[in-house]
């Protein structure tokens, strides 16, 4: 027998039926000399401190640094995941070979290889790596096996950054809630969720200290165009009206008129964080939910694997491309136009330097029938990339008028766009303008030397503060390490010393909100003052900067292309740990606490400063557990929260009851103590009133 492991039993389904295995037996499927097992997600962990030594349990600042003499994995204790992973330890220890035909990633190779680990497997290990789950991608994947040990680099980078993460926030954890901290509050600090809360406490203090200041500028009116003057801004309201003056006694000369024709390029296929940051811009949907809605649309075989981090295609799928878009009905009309000629081979869409294990995210072709509004938005995103990437360039004319009122000199700018080519896909969409990019302006033709009267006034303005962080703006900025980057090649070129990867930036800024170090107004989001206070506290530059946090990413890259060794980077981040409770033992003490209201204004009288409280602990319905069953957790479906086992216990809770929504304590208190406000979770396990 062949014993094939997928990450999900909806993927271990799906292959099942491509290759034969049609008999449903307990925990896998079997037939035509295949078993077809999977896991659910993460079935081991690296072993938790006191797994280590029993002294390791307590937080106390004598044990740090932890440093295990060697790291070990232990099983998740998860009745469900115990009982699953004994079927595979079974099927391991009578089999011939393995194929790990986990998710095609660096997490999927990890969870994978800690379960044959775990499972003491000594049979030859293939892999399945496809980058959809289309029968004819899955069917070509198992006529293409690849050695499983093509992939020890990868499997060597996901396990170097689990201990990395284990070796610093194990120990900073506990370091700076021992010596910082007060009560039962905990002070978590990550590799990659400091740095990246350092970016969002370093804007947050540009805003509070920002102050906006008045300006005035000088412009005029000459034949029905606006002219902006072009000096510096004018601090007071005399000089702009000394300078009015001034305008009134001449009349308006044009200088210069040029007219350049331009393009705009094709905007790249997407990456997870391009996709991310678009679905956020245009629809407010946050890094996790999009990254959610694209996971499902995948394992429903309707785009590629998502969590890719280039914007290119390979060479070999140009043949390809007719036949997606051909497939691509609902899009037809938009597609007509380009099938009607040959598919161009562009540098900017295909090249194998740029591909490491995926490609970017691309629609398979299958009909996109029976999704949520979520998930359909985010499918034509995707299928609107695809389509613009095969578009003409847009053709522009740029227009540039000076002229000069007596000795002030003025300006005018324009934009027209003469042939719209990829802009036709986004007829009618405004959310596709790039930051800072001009809005189409026509300007008359102007004659050089030609002169008359104009009509000029004073404009007074405020200046801005530097721009609160959305989510969109914060993955930018992980993704380039703090840089501010508009230009696609430099973005591609930054991307190795990128802060975090894009499968776990969503969850990094989720963390965030769930500790309270930030929050949310609108689409902003902003610093909270323990936030603030956590990273004024931390002096290890290391520990909070988005660029040298970079070089460590760089360096887990550099493991997976075989170019740097696991030992060398255990040392490294070894001895940074070592430093750091060095100097973190023998710091100042400041205290942090989660900042309590302020005291009434009536109230003079000097007051006891009030304890601080624990922050309430954020309700996360994952991590309930099926009260039918209970044996497995909780699952977030389309329309409902699930048990992870599903299709064995059938237990779910709708999001919605009689057209109401639930909240998440309403779910919370239903699965928990069985009620909530009028509404029960009565014998058969459905709600009622």
Not at 110 to 139: D, H
Not at 212 to 236: G, P
Not at 652 to 660: A, D, L, Q, R, S
């Amino acid at each position: 027998m062949k014993v094939c492991i997928a990450e999900k039993p909806s993927v271990a389904r799906d292959i099942a039926e491509v290759i034969g295995a049609k008999q449903r037996k307990d925990g896998y499927y079997e037939g035509n000399g295949y078993q077809v097992t999977w896991t659910f997600g993460h079935f081991c962990t690296l072993k938790e401190p006191h797994d280590y030594f029993e002294q390791w349990k307590s937080w106390r600042l004598e044990d740090l640094p932890m440093i295990p003499p060697s790291f070990g994995i232990k099983l998740i204790e998860n009745s469900g995941v115990q009982k699953q992973f004994k079927i595979i330890e079974q099927l391991v220890q009578q089999c011939e070979e393995v194929i790990n035909c986990g998710d095609a990633g660096q997490e999927g190779e990890l969870i994978q290889r800690w379960v044959l680990l775990k499972a003491r497997c000594t049979v030859p290990v293939k892999r399945l790596w496809i980058s959809s789950l289309t029968e004819e991608a899955i069917r070509n994947g198992f006529q293409h096996l690849r050695e499983g040990s093509q992939y020890d680099n990868l499997y060597a980078a996901g396990s170097a950054r689990a201990i990395g993460d284990w070796l610093l926030g194990m120990n900073a954890t506990r370091l700076f809630t021992r010596k910082f901290g007060t009560g039962k509050v905990v002070l978590s600090i990550g590799r990659v969720q400091t740095p990246t809360l350092a970016m969002i406490v370093a804007r947050q203090k540009e805003i509070n200290a920002f102050l906006s200041e008045d300006y005035w500028e000088l412009k005029t009116m000459y034949r029905e165009t606006e002219f902006t003057a072009a000096i510096d801004r004018l601090a007071n309201i005399e000089k702009a009206q000394k300078g009015l003056a001034y305008l009134t006694e001449h009349p308006f000369e044009v200088t210069s008129f040029e007219k350049k024709d331009g393009k705009e390029g094709n905007p790249r296929l997407f990456d997870l964080t391009a996709l991310q940051v678009d679905a956020n811009k245009k629809y407010g949907y946050s890094a996790d939910d999009t990254l959610k809605y694209v996971q499902s649309l995948y394992e429903k075989k309707l785009v590629t694997y998502p969590r890719v981090d280039t914007t290119y295609l390979t060479e070999d799928l140009h043949p390809k491309i007719a036949g997606i878009l051909q497939d691509m009905t609902p899009y037809s009309v938009l597609i007509a136009p380009v099938l009607a000629k040959p598919i161009p081979k562009l540098k900017t869409v295909f090249d194998d330097k740029k591909v490491t294990d995926h490609h970017a995210i691309i629609p398979t072709g299958m009909h996109p029938g029976g999704i949520g509004l979520d998930e359909k938005r985010i499918y034509d995103l995707v299928a609107r990339r695809f389509i613009a990437a095969f578009y003409p360039e847009c053709k522009i004319s740029n227009t540039t008028v000076l002229g000069k009122v007596g000795q002030v000199p003025f300006k005018v700018t324009g934009k027209q766009i003469i042939e719209p080519g990829w802009k036709e896909v986004y007829a009618n969409d405004t959310s596709i303008k790039k930051e800072g990019e001009e809005e189409e302006k026509f300007i008359p033709d102007f004659v050089v030397g030609e002169s008359g009267p104009h009509t000029p006034r004073i404009h007074q303005g405020k200046t801005s503060p530097p721009k609160a962080f959305t989510e969109a703006t914060l993955l930018r900025a992980m993704e380039t390490a703090g840089k501010q980057v508009d230009d696609e090649e430099m973005r591609e070129l930054l991307k190795d010393n990128g802060i975090g990867r894009p499968s776990t930036r969503a969850n990094i800024i989720e963390t965030l909100f769930r500790r309270k170090y930030i929050d949310k107004k609108k689409k902003n989001i902003y610093a909270t003052q323990t936030g603030m206070d956590l990273i004024d506290t931390i002096q290890t530059e290391l520990l909070k900067s988005a660029e040298l946090t970079g070089q460590w990413e760089r360096k887990l890259r550099l493991i997976e292309k075989g170019e740097y060794t696991i030992d060398t980077f255990k040392e490294e981040l070894i001895q940074m740990v070592v430093d750091l409770t060095k100097e973190v033992k023998t710091a100042s003490y400041k205290t942090i606490t989660i900042a309590p209201p302020p005291p009434p204004p009536e109230e003079t009288k000097p007051k006891k400063a009030p304890k601080p409280k624990a922050p309430k602990k954020a309700i996360v319905i994952e991590e309930l557990t099926c009260p039918k069953c209970k044996a497995h957790l909780l699952k977030k479906g389309n329309t409902a929260y699930g048990c992870a086992n599903f299709n064995a216990c059938g237990f779910k809770i709708p999001f919605e009851f009689t057209g109401k929504k639930l909240t998440d304590k309403n779910i919370a208190d239903l699965v928990t103590k069985g009620k909530s406000g009028k509404m029960i979770l009565n014998g058969a396990f459905e709600i009622s009133n």
